[in-house]
């Protein structure tokens, strides 16, 4: 049996967009199985606000959401991760750090909202990131993740973003 709560880091290159939703939704979604984190290879230092306005919407605790570098979860004193998620391109495509614990790492690319224009256009995006998030999390804590092997882990997550584009 693995110890619980599982640890889940959420990556983004600017960490203020979809990787602070990712954060915040397995904290959500886990029941208190899971704790979620996030970090950037390159933060912007400031959270987008229409992801905040998204969560928030949602009811979704997102109070304390930081944009912040995915060095301070490489060093012996950070949380133990037992599984790493990139959700974008970039950052899926960049020479990870090498994380202590050697965690379950996979990828679930979503487009960008960000940035959009207009503003309407942008709340739909972040609803659409949400949405695929929330369906994505609500699936993997529908099973027993506790009781999964590492490998078993891996394809179940990979499993899942075949199954919820």
Known sequence: MTRTPLNFLILCTGNSA??????????HCSQGRAQGYSAGSKPGGVVNPVALETLIRHG???????????????????????IVITVCDSAANETCPIWPGAPVQVHWGLPDPAHLEPMEARR???ESVYQTLLARFTRLFAEPLEALSAAERKALLQ???RELP
């Open 124 to 126: 739909t995006a972040f």
């Open 18 to 27: 979809r990787s602070v939703v990712g954060e915040a939704l397995v904290s």
């Open 159 to 161: 499993r899942i973003a």
């Open 60 to 82: 979704v605790v997102c109070e304390g959401a930081r944009s912040k570098s995915w060095n301070e979860f490489a060093t012996p004193e950070a949380p133990r991760m037992d």
